[in-house]
């Protein structure tokens, strides 16, 4: 069964960085071949995604973190991390990771993946 293990969140204030790390495990297939994706959920919201790399390490990025945050993974480890600097307020969220076969740039949306770990929570506050 595949997993994920999110790790790296905390408290920072507005303007800050954080780098967040994501270890996988369990997956059928070599890790490269897979479609990573950092997502968040806040309070009382639905789960977005984030940012995404594809296996030939194309990126794609929500508008609202578009500049600020980076997306990279390292195949030799199955690790994928998310680098996020100018935090705002609003990027408080639980962040988690997931992982997919699709070949598309495209956002996926959160509902079609069907397990999640328990993510990490990022608080930007002053």
């Known amino acids: 069964q595949v997993q994920f293990v999110e790790f790296g969140g905390g408290l920072v204030q507005p303007g800050g960085s954080l780098r967040l790390s994501c270890a996988v495990s369990g997956i059928r297939f070599r890790f490269s071949m897979y479609r990573m994706g950092w997502f968040r959920q806040a309070p009382g919201k639905e789960r977005e995604t984030v940012a995404i790399i594809t296996m030939r390490g194309f990126t794609n990025y929500s508008d609202s973190v578009k500049g600020r945050f980076t997306i990279s993974r390292d195949n030799g480890v199955n690790a994928v991390y998310l680098d996020m600097d100018n935090l705002k307020p609003e990027d408080t969220a639980i962040y988690y990771c997931?992982?997919?076969?699709?070949?598309?740039?495209?956002?996926?949306?959160?509902?079609?993946?069907?397990?999640w770990g328990q993510g990490t929570q990022v608080t930007i506050s002053a």
């Open positions: 997931n992982a997919d076969l699709s070949l598309a740039l495209s956002n996926p949306n959160p509902a079609d993946f069907a397990s």
